[in-house]
Structure formats: C-alpha cells, structure tokens
C-alpha cells in the first residue's frame, strides 16, 4: 500500500441552519498519497473550505476519522491534535494571511521558531525556500512591498518550512491574474515534486486542476472522481 498522507474515512459534518440540518459532508471518503497532487474542484458552496478544515484538524466533523500521516486524529487530545497539525500540515489561503509587520524572511522562520528550531537554522531554511522559489531578492521586503505573485510564493514557503507531509491549500491562486497563478502553481508543483509532499488544492482553475495527478469533486456530500 502507498503511503497515505491524509485518509478521510466516512466523513459527516452537520451544521445547524435555523430549524433544521445542513447536511454538508455525507460520509466523504479520500486518500492522498506521499507526492500526490490532488485538485478538488467543485461548486460554491458544496462543502470544499469545510472538507479542507477537517483534513486539516482545524474542525472536528460530527463523525468520521481523519487519519493524519497514519495517526488517527479522532481520538486524540486536543493539545495532542494541535501538535500533529503543527508537525504534520501546510495551509495556503487565498489571501496569503503573512504578518504585515515582518519581512519576507522573518514571515518563514516564524514557524520553524515556533516549532523551536535554533534562530540560525530557520534563517537558512528560509534562505533556501527564497531561492527555490525564486524570490531571494525580495527576503528583507514586507508583504506590502510584494507582488501577489510573490506574496503567495512566500505564503507557501511559509506553509512548507517545518517540512510537514501534508499540505492544504484553499484556492492558492484565486486572487492572481492567470500568469501569475501559472508561475505561482509551478513552484507549488516543484516543490511537491521535490519534496514528496501530499497536497490537496481546492481551486476554481480548470486549466491547473488538470495538471495534478487527480481531481475530485464534491456531488451530494461525497468526494468522487471528477
Ligand atoms: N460554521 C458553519 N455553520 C453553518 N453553516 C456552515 C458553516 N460552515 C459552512 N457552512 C455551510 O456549509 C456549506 C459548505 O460551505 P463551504 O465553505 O465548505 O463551501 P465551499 O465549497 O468551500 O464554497 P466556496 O467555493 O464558495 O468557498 C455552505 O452552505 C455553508 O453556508
């Protein structure tokens, strides 16, 4: 068997609408493997920014087990839960959400010195992932000072910096003209190639959904093959 990175089992998540029950996620099912690019692209609406918040720990689903990197969330603490995100996954928003007040740089090693990693390490990863992701002139530059283009690419780096396994990202390049979200998905690509990463992408872009391994989709509650 493959090394599975994320595994949704029989996934439900309810959530209260007035009198009655939005049934959002009605036993969802998905795996994504070790290097395995996989887009999830469906409606607005049908439940894509709730499944990404479950597969990323940050929402409990009313039932079903989410099994991070062969560790089964569902039982766990919570404390123990926070820290398998914090070891394990990489979000990526939309809006890149870096801290305006900080470079380029500093925006990247802020979670590896959280994580405790020694000042002069997180400087050199940082380093690194500015240069992979060709963006090491820009380190000293504050968000503000960027481009969107480059604002997404040091959100990424800052999502991948405690090298986890899983990385989720919620429309990383729906704010970016297509150009711009061409060059932006192929560093994300690169980088899961590179790394061995697992990703799942939830998008709107059709042209980039296609160049992942797999896409999925979301139809009455379920994760089905698109
Ligand atoms: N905390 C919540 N409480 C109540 N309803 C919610 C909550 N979160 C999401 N919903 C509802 O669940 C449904 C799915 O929402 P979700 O944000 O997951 O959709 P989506 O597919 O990501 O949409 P979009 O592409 O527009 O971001 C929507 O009808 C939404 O209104």
Redesign the pocket.
Known sequence: MADAALELRSIRQD???GDGV?H?LKGAELTVNAGEMVALV??????????LQIAGLLEQPTSGDVIVGGHDASSLEDDDRTALRRNTIGFVYQFHHLLPEFSARENIMLPQLIAGLPQNEAYERAEQMLSYLKIGHRAEHRPAELSGGEQQRVAIARAVANAPSLLLA??PTGNLDPETAGYVFEALEALVKQSGLAALV?T?NLDLAARMDRCVT?QDGLVVDR
């Open positions: 959530y209260g609408q939005l959002v469906a409606p607005s609406g049908t439940g894509k920014s709730t499944l919620d429309e939830a709107h979301l």
